[in-house]
Nanobody, 124 residues
Framework: QVQLVESGGGLVQAGGSLRLSCAASGRTFSNYAMGWFRQAPGKEREFVAAISWSGGSPYYADSVKGRFTISRDNAKNTVDLQMNSLKPEDTAVYYC?????????????????WGHGTQVTVSS
């Protein structure tokens, strides 16, 4: 498995931006699709974005499309989530996850490795 550590969370006002980063170690990072998920209090973990092994074919939840951008750097073993135009409903703990399939999945159960999460709070 691959070990994952998220960073970059914090408190931001509505309309602001944050950039989350996830650092990977262990297995070959470029052999994993990477995903970002989030979980708000009292809610199930939900898909945010995913990106393939090569960094192509990113896809997003409808709720974040046009505002969030996922990217990866296989040389640095990192995957980032740029979040713009943040809304209070984006408040959640954000997790990165690794999936050995090429494209990844919207289904969290397809991911075998998870970070511990980073808190994002958007104030109105």
């Amino acid at each position: 498995q691959v070990q994952l550590v998220e960073s970059g969370g914090g408190l931001v006002q509505a309309g602001g931006s944050l950039r989350l980063s996830c650092a990977a170690s262990g297995r070959t990072f470029s052999n994993y699709a990477m995903g970002w998920f989030r979980q708000a209090p009292g809610k199930e973990r939900e898909f945010v974005a995913a990106i393939s092994w090569s960094g192509g074919s990113p896809y997003y939840a409808d709720s974040v499309k046009g505002r969030f951008t996922i990217s990866r750097d296989n040389a640095k073993n990192t995957v980032d989530l740029q979040m713009n135009s943040l809304k209070p409903e984006d408040t959640a703990v954000y997790y990165c996850a690794a999936d050995p399939s090429y494209l990844g999945s919207r289904n969290p159960y397809e991911y075998g490795s998870w970070g511990h999460g980073t808190q994002v709070t958007v104030s109105s």
